[in-house]
């Protein structure tokens, strides 16, 4: 069966990067209607009125920050994809754009290649990150100390639970242990799970 075209509204309020964004998406596979907004009220009169399958916003917007438009959008819609492009490399935005559990997250900084393979990875079901943001993540998650929920999901991980039966114990959502897993990785600099458990230890984790 074939794969119906994504609807894409992009909320950008330069119009130069708006119109350069609009050429791009016109390159992807797989993609209907391209329609803009160049602030939040715009955006969400005209996703009131459309039926978008992603949403790509600036962090930055003249009414209101991508966040608190992103917020509003997901009580309309709750399972919308997004995807955050942004020039903000600031702690505070790299974290918040990571907490907002976005489909995808791509660099104003980065080459315009990265926009595009990010956008046909969500349009297929999947999720992308720019290397330059995951650089950015990692570098400042790095220097955080885990939280004491990821104190818990990591005692769960290293004890063999899955994470199924974590969210069960926890009374979470299976996406919020996915989503700590990856965070307690990226934190611990870890790319396996014995290497894991190995830092875990060395920084006196309680695995027990």
Not at 54 to 65: A, S
Request: hydrophobic residues 40%.
């Amino acid at each position: 069966m074939s794969q119906s075209p994504a609807n894409i509204l992009v909320i950008e309020d330069h119009a130069v990067v708006q119109l350069g964004i609009n050429t791009l998406l016109s390159t992807c596979g797989f993609i209907g209607l391209i329609d803009r907004a160049s602030n939040g009220k715009e955006a969400i009169d005209k996703f009131l009125c459309n039926n978008f399958d992603i949403v790509l916003i600036d962090v930055e917007l003249p009414d209101m920050t991508g966040f608190e438009l992103l917020s509003q959008l997901r009580e309309h819609h709750p399972t919308i994809r997004v995807l955050f492009y942004s020039m903000h490399d600031e702690f505070w935005v790299v974290r918040q754009m990571f907490n907002s559990e976005a489909d995808g997250i791509v660099m104003k900084s980065d080459n315009l290649d990265e926009l595009r393979t990010a956008v046909e990875a969500i349009i297929a079901g999947g999720r992308y990150f720019s290397k330059e943001y995951e650089s950015f993540l990692k570098e400042y998650e790095s220097q955080e100390e885990l939280s004491s929920q990821e104190i818990n999901v990591l005692r769960l991980v290293a004890n063999g639970i899955t994470s199924q039966e974590i969210a069960n114990q926890l009374y979470v959502s299976l996406n919020t242990v996915e989503f700590h897993r990856r965070r307690i990785m990226r934190k611990m600099g870890a790319s396996n799970m014995a290497e894991l458990i190995k830092k875990a230890i060395e920084k006196g984790y309680p695995l027990g």
